[in-house]
């Protein structure tokens, strides 16, 4: 049972990990995309300029 108690504890500090981990990964992204778009947003002016 011990044994038992003792995986289980193994396992939540693992699923802690990952969702620290995912929530880095999601940091990541939106700062991506908000890149990416500020980025679509600047060639669209300058093509809108160009013209």
Known sequence: ???FL???KL???DLQ???AAM???EKHLAIQ???SAQARA???EE???GR
């Open 1 to 3: 049972m011990v044994a």
């Open 23 to 25: 929530r880095q990964i």
């Open 42 to 44: 600047r060639k669209k």
């Open 47 to 49: 093509v809108r300029n």
């Open 33 to 35: 995309v908000e890149l």
């Open 17 to 19: 990990e990952i969702k």
């Open 11 to 13: 396992v939540f500090s």
């Open 6 to 8: 003792a995986f289980l």
